[in-house]
């Protein structure tokens, strides 16, 4: 699976998020706990402010005090070091604490009956020297829940910082996705540059280099089309000139040998003339034409009527029974010439590819959303696999000893290609599986008015 | 005309062949045929046109006037 932009710029920021925090947690974390233990120093100071200033007013006043706040952990004692107004012992509560007498003034943390203590000497005014001792443990305690708390507001904002940039990194691969889209869906003549309003400015190189190639294939492919147009133009004359020629020996007296050949001669000449004519058929059909004009529209059943008319000797040769199905006619928004061409390269085929004693069948009708042509036959039909590749050109199904021109479908193709209209194959006998159909979906003029003024005509 | 030998044509069989001779290769619709053989207001019989079609091919011979399935009648080219 290839690397995903959209999921390695969501891990990595979701990482990157996930680390600040962790960071900016420990330092403030480290910070709130420094600053809960300079405030309980502090505590311990003023309290000793307190004990000296009350021994200036009532000198002599009880030194030693147990200080106990409603929660365990806000103990402080105070004991004099010199044994002045000793202390019942409250063997209990661990009192007196066991402080050695020799301690000189100032702030020490030290080990008592295997406890640590954060003890604080002072001397007051009449030589008295006292401590004010707090328990570290329960310090300690109190300092770690001060940071927590302070580190907290971030382990929230984190989670919403997650939830955040999921939700904003999806849609900014939005257009990506739109782009992938319209491309995916372009048919394979549709070589217009993609649109670059609105693609993100790290595409528009992408979007851009595309469409450079696409001007390109556009360009050879044009060219390839009218080398095509060109190269069965320039044969037509060459074509015409063998014909004259054997129009001119057909005026002379021939042995009947000689005028046998003569015959199949003129045969092989028609066949090449009609494949320049379909060469140059879809040379123009494939061809970015001048679109109709936008209320072009023909009679469905006129058309028939003209590739019937034109078909007939064909169909009489091959003994093939054609003709059209219900009376119902439709117009469909398209000239009439191409209209006429996919009709006729469609029924060609069908008496072309159906065995003598067969039957070809033309059929209109309207659909909601289109009008299907329908040309069917009573032939071998078209196995599944073939079925996209009978469109290429000179592409015969196998087994055929047609002399077709072998561009009959890929002709349909292209026009109804350019016309914006659907081409499908299927059985005409579904359940046999023998039988072509092939329908062709066209779009219905939008003035439905002329419809019915035609059919009353 | 058939062998040579002359064919005698109801005024309108003679009609209907006229209007299919005229184009030979274009087909004719039954509704064309009928405008051929009747004026303005005269009523047109329901089955005329096959009626006359049969009677022409009896004395022609069937391969002159082709049906095309569907559309109508024609005369084919050359013939």
């Known amino acids: ?457 | 005309m058939a062998g040579g030998q002359p064919v005698p044509l109801s005024q309108r069989e003679f009609a209907l062949l006229q209007a299919l001779l005229l184009r030979p290769g274009a087909i004719l619709s039954r509704g064309e045929l009928e405008d051929h053989l009747y004026g303005w207001g005269e009523e047109v019989q329901s089955n005329a046109v096959e009626y006359l079609i049969h009677a022409l091919r009896r004395k022609l011979g069937a391969e002159v006037i082709r049906n095309v399935r569907g559309v109508g009648w024609m005369v084919a080219k050359g013939a």
Do not use: K
């Open chain 1, 1 to 457: 699976m290839n690397p995903s932009l959209q999921r390695r710029l969501s891990r990595a920021l979701l990482f990157s998020i996930a680390g600040v925090a962790l960071v900016a947690g420990v330092f403030s974390f480290m910070a709130a706990y420094d600053e809960a233990r300079e405030l309980q120093d502090d505590v311990l100071h003023r309290m000793a402010q307190l004990v000296e200033r009350v021994q200036e007013r009532t000198p002599g006043a009880a030194l030693n005090l147990h200080v106990q706040g409603e929660e365990d952990d806000t103990r402080v004692t105070i004991q004099t070091l010199d044994g002045a107004g000793a202390w019942e012992a409250q063997p209990g509560r661990g009192l007196p604490l066991a402080l050695p007498t020799a301690l000189g003034d100032g702030l020490r943390t030290m080990a008592i009956d295997g406890a640590t203590f954060r003890v604080l000497v002072r001397t007051t005014a009449s030589g008295t020297r006292f401590a004010v001792v707090q328990d570290l443990r329960l310090r300690r305690e109190l300092a770690r829940y001060g940071a927590l708390r302070a580190v907290l507001p971030f382990l929230v904002l984190m989670a919403i910082l997650l939830l955040l940039v999921a939700r904003l990194v999806r849609p900014l691969f939005g257009p990506v996705t739109r782009l992938a889209q319209e491309v995916n869906e372009r048919g394979e003549s549709d070589l217009h540059p993609i649109a670059e309003a609105g693609v993100p400015s790290e595409v528009q190189p992408f979007v851009s280099a595309i469409n450079r190639l696409l001007e390109r294939v556009g360009q050879s492919v044009r060219a390839q089309q009218r080398f095509v147009a060109d190269a069965a133009h320039e044969l037509r004359s060459p074509l015409a000139a063998r014909s004259l020629q054997a129009e001119r020996l057909a005026q002379v007296e021939l042995p009947q040998a000689g005028r046998e050949r003569l015959v199949a001669l003129r045969c092989g000449i028609d066949r090449a003339r009609q494949l320049i004519d379909q060469l140059l058929a879809l040379a123009r059909a494939q061809a970015q034409a001048v679109p109709a004009p936008a209320d072009a529209s023909v009679s469905v059943q006129a058309v028939f009527r003209r590739v019937l008319e034109d078909l007939m000797p064909l169909a009489e040769t091959r003994q093939i029974d054609i003709g059209v199905v219900g009376a119902e006619d439709a117009e469909v928004a398209a000239a009439e010439l191409d209209v006429f061409t996919i009709v006729r390269n469609l029924a060609d085929n069908a008496i072309r590819y159906t065995p003598a004693g067969g039957r070809v069948d033309l059929a209109v009708r309207t659909t909601a959303s289109a009008v299907e042509i329908r040309v069917s036959d009573s032939g071998p039909g078209i196995a599944l696999a073939e079925r996209e590749r009978v469109f290429d050109p000179f592409y015969r199904a196998a087994g055929s000893d047609q002399v077709g021109s072998g561009l009959g479908l890929s002709i349909v193709r292209a026009i109804a290609t350019r016309l914006g209209a659907r081409v499908a194959l299927d059985a005409a006998d579904a359940e046999h599986g023998t039988g072509l159909r092939v329908t062709v979906a066209l779009a219905a003029p939008t003035h439905r008015g002329v419809m019915g003024a035609l059919g009353a005509g």
